[in-house]
């Protein structure tokens, strides 16, 4: 028993480490749609059996269900990485507002100006 719980936490962390690496390398310079990502994810889940029941296959179920299981954990973790719209913020642009120039108004201030600077003079 403790034996089992120890490889499954072995090939979950092994799972994390091979995500963030591919993440970080491959992942985010790859711009694909969430939903293609999931269909991948659910045929990596469902033909291998369905082809090993259907062509009589026989397979190490040591070595081919646990790269099987940390296959579909990254491509599951990328889904669920593209539907938190990390890398689309990423993508978008800072919208900065600047503030609309007036000249009309330094040209007023300029007459004002003018106009304060006559009254002051006639008196």
């Not at 029941?53 to 599951?76: E, M």
Request: cysteine-free.
């Amino acid at each position: 028993m403790w034996k089992s719980i120890l490889y499954i936490i072995l090939y979950a962390m092994i799972a994390i480490v091979v995500y963030n690496l591919l993440d970080i390398y491959v992942l985010s310079k790859l711009n694909v749609n969430k939903w293609v990502v999931l269909v991948i994810g659910l045929l990596v889940f469902f033909v291998p059996p369905i082809l090993a029941a259907i062509f009589k296959l026989t397979y190490n179920p040591k070595i081919f269900i646990p790269i099987q299981s940390i296959i579909l954990v990254v491509l599951f973790l990328w889904f669920f990485d593209l539907i938190s719209n990390k890398r689309n913020n990423k993508k978008q642009k800072d919208i900065k507002i600047k503030p609309k120039a007036k000249p009309n108004r330094v040209k007023n201030m300029n007459k004002e100006d003018d106009s304060s600077n006559k009254d002051n003079s006639s008196k």
